[in-house]
């Protein structure tokens, strides 16, 4: 079963990474595209790096607003992805590169997260940018390579040490976005195979799971005390 799970996940994943749905698989997903992506449009521009890229599911959305949109991943999944490296040591780009960074749910899954921020603040020209999206609440996931969560304190300290000031620093969803993730992802893995129950099911999952935890981590917890992660935006000086 387990493995019927996952390999189901990933077939999702890949037929919907593109597109207009994927925003609605979970609440979780959901509030990438309404925190991070809003303030990622906000502050990107020049060249880019997106770091942990995966299948880059954010570049058809900022490749307008910048000039390049390059990826490094360890495990590169397409063409596309212009470096393969770890994060901890970016030997393959030269020190004042990039204008913005771009890293998104990867810093958990570095063994040394520190080091890849000291390198990220090396390859960023001067005053460039890091967008850079941390969980708090999370299950375990792509295991062994997974060894943290973050607090906004603990996020903002090891950015400060790296050389960066925080410009922006935000909680994204809460608890119900968590648990919602949860039931969202069992129910379709376990439906996907099937055309027409699939649809009913992902459109039900839309409007019973992902927008309903949205809207109450939103309203429920204000000041943040059981955040599903953090978004945060940071300059280097």
């Known amino acids: 079963m387990k493995t019927f799970l996952k390999n189901n996940r990933q077939r999702i994943e890949k037929e919907l990474n593109h597109s207009r749905n994927w925003p609605y698989f979970s609440p979780a997903i959901y509030c990438q595209y309404r925190v991070m992506l809003p303030m990622a449009q906000r502050h990107a521009k020049g060249d880019l790096i997106d770091l942990g890229c995966g299948d880059m599911p954010y570049r058809s959305a900022l490749i307008s607003q910048v000039i390049t ?12 992805v212009r470096y393969t490296s770890n994060l901890e040591s970016m030997v393959v780009i030269s020190d004042q590169t990039y204008d913005t960074a771009l890293m998104i749910e990867v810093l958990e899954h570095v063994p040394h997260p520190w080091l890849a921020l000291t390198e990220t603040w090396r390859i960023l020209k001067p005053g460039g940018t890091l967008i850079i999206s941390v969980p708090h609440l999370s299950r375990l996931h792509d295991e062994p390579h997974d060894y943290y969560r973050y607090t906004r304190h603990g996020l903002r300290q090891l950015l400060e040490d790296s050389g960066f000031e925080v410009i922006e620093l935000v909680k994204k ?24 129950l699939r649809r009913v099911v992902f459109f039900l999952n839309r409007w019973l799971v992902t927008h309903p935890c949205f809207i109450l ?16 935006t940071a300059r280097k000086v």
């Not at 949109?69 to 596309?80: C, V």
């Not at 429920?220 to 005390?225: A, E």
């Open 173 to 196: 969803g809460g608890i119900f976005s968590f648990l919602g993730h949860q039931v969202s992802t069992l129910i379709l893995t376990l439906t996907w195979g099937i055309p027409i």
């Open 217 to 232: 981590d939103k309203w429920l917890d204000r000041g943040g005390l059981a955040p599903l992660g953090y978004v945060a």
């Open 69 to 80: 949109y390059d990826g490094l991943d360890l495990f590169p999944r397409s063409d596309q």
